[in-house]
């Protein structure tokens, strides 16, 4: 008799962990019912709070430049415009609403460097961009990737495309003593950002 009751409180606890469960998925796909119902972007937005790539978070939510929440999804960026094809992720504004389109060949991309990516696409929030201003992006992009892969290393041999831009940019910021000193020279380099101006509004000044 005493096994039975112990089996049936046993389940009655499960039975209550998995309505927990539920109830907490349901509680973040509300939290999120205006940024996205994919759940690993969720995960992936819920990860920045452990690294330095927090603002990014609020940032999604809502505490940005617009006062509203930035939507996002996985897409194919031709769509776009054929010149995007590569792009990894795209911030987007149209009219008074922000975007960040992730290239959707990153659908499988490990959560860790999704993390990443949105910690940096979360930075712009008008239409107006700059060297600093990518600059900045790519350094927060980087340690976000530089802490998570350090609390697990086995992240950067995880075989994606998404992983080798991460590790590429964590080698630059490491060499650069944690820094933006190696990763500024990379923005100024690229032939992508060759026609920004130096400053944009919030980043008149290299960080």
Known sequence: MKKIAFLLLSI???SSNVFAIQETD????????KVTQDINLIKAIELLDKTTGKYSKEAILGKNLTNRPIAI???NLATINPMYMNFDALGWK???NLYIYINEKHKDAP???LSAILAHEAIHQDEHNSLNEETYAWTLEAAVWTQ??????????ISHPLVERENVIKKLFVRGDYT?????????????YRNLPERSYGFEELL
């Not at 349901?26 to 019912?33: G, N």
């Not at 998570?148 to 041999?157: A, F, I, R, Y």
């Not at 933006?180 to 992508?192: E, L, Q, R």
């Open 111 to 113: 959560i860790e460097a």
């Open 180 to 192: 933006s000193k190696y990763i500024h020279k990379f923005v100024v380099t690229n032939k992508g």
């Open 148 to 157: 998570l892969s350090d609390e697990n290393p086995e992240l950067e041999n």
């Open 12 to 14: 009655l606890f499960l």
């Open 73 to 75: 999804e996985f897409l």
């Open 26 to 33: 349901e509680d973040l796909y509300k939290k999120y019912e």
């Open 94 to 96: 149209k009219k008074k």
